[in-house]
């Protein structure tokens, strides 16, 4: 039995959706993990980390977290052909990346600040 379009759109998405963040977390891991960090080996491991996005077909992302990842990777590669200083890259992508997920987690957990006066009808 052959698969659905509509299954076949969910796989591609989940696939396009992973290489972003496997794109992401490895930059972001060259950057806080490097001892020497330099413009050229930025390049370079931009260029190792986009061929492997490249091979991943590009699908419409509907969700704004996800909207904004793919918004802050296209700026990740971006920064390969600007004249920006590798700490400001890094300060820059170390914030963006804080920011996504300070936002992500914000809808997934939600303090009680009154948990007691909830039960206060109970008594």
Known sequence: ???SKKVIDNS?????IRALQRFQKSILSYLSK???LSKEKY???IENAL????RVEVSQLYKGDLQELEKFVKKMIAYKDSDEE???IKEDITYTTNQLEKN???RRYKKDKHSQSKFSDWE
């Open 34 to 36: 490097s001892e020497e």
């Open 86 to 88: 590798i700490e400001n």
């Open 51 to 54: 061929k492997l996005l490249n």
């Open 43 to 45: 390049d370079k491991k």
């Open 12 to 16: 591609n998405r989940l696939r396009y």
């Open 104 to 106: 992500k987690n914000s």
């Open 1 to 3: 039995m052959a698969a």
